[in-house]
């Protein structure tokens, strides 16, 4: 091995950490959040934990998208290398779900620079006839931390406390920074853009309104209510500023430009309802397990496992696949396996056996784990050095967005239904067994708690749970038959590599 390909291999491999700790990450945080409710309380703002830090990733996926095409991609992975590791320090300091989700804010901001920078650093160092395989490592990348954060998360929560979930993010995001930092050379050529703030405030901006829309309404406040129209009408009137203001920009946040691109458009809105749907199931199928089956954070991690052992195995398969097949023609796959998956899952009940879940998992794995890899490579394959950055950060940007959405929309149904099955359940029995508590995880999702409840009592509430929870798979196919009807509009493009060449952008 030469000089240059052991820093290279250096890079790579700071870059691996960099993604696999950014993604690791949310799988940790789910695994361990019936027990983090459980401790700090708070069922009902236990999807801010989530979609906190998927709000501030999102807003920073576009700007350091932008920035990293005008400025370079190092310092900006490294900026977000330490600003996520600093959140993760301070997670592990919450006393509070405020300030639990405060803190995922901070990590968040410091994703956001992460994954897309990443992606697009790969393609700037790699031929043509590289880049698929690189891009299905990349992609497995995430599948694999679906696959070490349940099983660490629920180890630590389980063992030592659930704070050091967080911050065994530390020592490989120094590893991470060390690697990059030190051999990772770019090229010093860049071009001098405008930064879009009004777009990327206005977007934003209209996001944070609709989520808290969705969060509040029929809670805290009436959908009728003041607030709550008030906060629809923020969304509206932000979205079309934000309409307005991109297509006067000199050099948009998000360029409609690209869109233009029927390869970009089409994989960049498969990844939005990809995002939302693959949440549902990541986030609800830990509660499912432990809440419904009863146990600890490890049994609603193993749970996980096979699920994400699948994603990680089509994750590659499909990187290696874009130069035999149309990106299109992978993504069709892809999109069958997912959907079946989660029909299945909408089929769940209290008696469905553990193996048939874990089989409903593999499945979902499978369909989802070409995504990871297929979806990032098609959205930059027509695009040169100067806009990788800022078509790999949009791409990233709308599945965010899908995931962010997703999970509000999919919590408000959740808990919605949860609550109306438990007024059905108990409408007929006295007052003495509807106490305060049935509405707070503790009362299901804390093993102790759950002992102390009459088992009829108990059953009446896991019922109500596993009701609410498969509802929500249901709704959660209306995204994932979206996304494999848009699949078709991916065209024939795939990546073609020049014979005899290590280099030049493939067509």
Known sequence: MTSKDSKLGFVVAGLLLGILMASMDNTIVVTAMGTIVGDLGGLESFVWVVSAYMVAEMAGMPIFGKLSDMYGRKRFFIFGLIFFMLGSALCGTAETITQLSIYRAIQGIGGGALVPIAFTIVFDIFPPEKRG???GLFGAVFGLSSIFGPLLGAYITDYISWHWVFYINLPLGLLS??????????????IEQKIDWAGAFTLVGAVVCL???????????????????SLISGF????????????????????????KNRLFAGST??????????MASTVYIPI???????????????ILLPMMLGSVVTAQVGGILTTKMSYRNIMVLSGIIFLIGMILLSTL???TSRWLLTLYMIIVGFGVGFSFSVLSMAAIHNFGMEQRGSATSTSN?????GMTIGISIFGTIQRSGFTDQLTKAFSGMGSMFIGKEMGDARSILSESARDSIPQAVLTKITDALSISIVHTFMWALVPAGLAFLFVFMMGSDRMKIAKGTSTGKSA
């Open 349 to 351: 009940t209290p008696e």
């Open 133 to 135: 395989k690189m891009g």
């Open 236 to 259: 509206a009137l932000l979205m079309i500023a934000f309409l307005i203001v991109e297509t006067k920009a000199s050099s948009p946040i998000i360029s409609f430009a690209m869109f």
């Open 269 to 278: 809105i498969v990844a939005l309802f990809y995002g939302a749907a693959f």
């Open 177 to 190: 920074l060390i690697f990059v930092s030190i051999y990772y050379k770019e090229s010093r050529t860049h």
């Open 211 to 229: 989520m808290f829309a969705l969060e509040l309404g029929g809670q805290k406040y009436e959908w009728s209510s003041t607030p709550i129209i």
């Open 397 to 401: 940007f709308i599945r965010s967005l």
């Open 288 to 302: 499912f397990v432990q809440g419904v089956y009863g146990g600890t954070a490890t049994n609603s991690g193993l």
